[in-house]
Nanobody, 113 residues
Framework: QVQLLESGGGLVQAGGSLRLSCAVSGIIFGIKTMAWYRQAPGQQREFVARITASGITYYADSVKGRFAISRDNALNSLYLQMNSLKPEDTATYFC???????WGKGTLVTVSS
């Protein structure tokens, strides 16, 4: 059974930082491209970042230079370091095994102005 479990969300002031984690089980994590998406209230889910098995990263323009995606294959874990947070970053953040049906349930990030 594939499971993705996000953690690390919370309330932070604008300009602050958070680090999201995603614990993954049930897949061969080390060979998979993994991604983060987010969904703001009333909005469609949008791509945030992804990282290939070899560590190549891609970012949405809206987070480039502020967010960093990383992975630890030994721990089957995916991370998202979020710096210089803005109120418009407020959303539920989801971990995804890229281009698959496997999603976590999300963790809420709220950035206050």
């Amino acid at each position: 059974q594939v499971q993705l479990l996000e953690s690390g969300g919370g309330l932070v002031q604008a300009g602050g930082s958070l680090r999201l984690s995603c614990a993954v089980s049930g897949i061969i994590f080390g060979i998979k491209t993994m991604a983060w998406y987010r969904q703001a209230p009333g909005q469609q889910r949008e791509f945030v970042a992804r990282i290939t098995a070899s560590g190549i990263t891609y970012y949405a323009d809206s987070v480039k230079g502020r967010f960093a995606i990383s992975r630890d294959n030994a721990l089957n874990s995916l991370y998202l370091q979020m710096n210089s947070l803005k109120p418009e970053d407020t959303a539920t953040y989801f971990c995804n095994c890229y281009n698959t049906i496997y999603w976590g349930k999300g963790t809420l990030v709220t950035v206050s102005s």
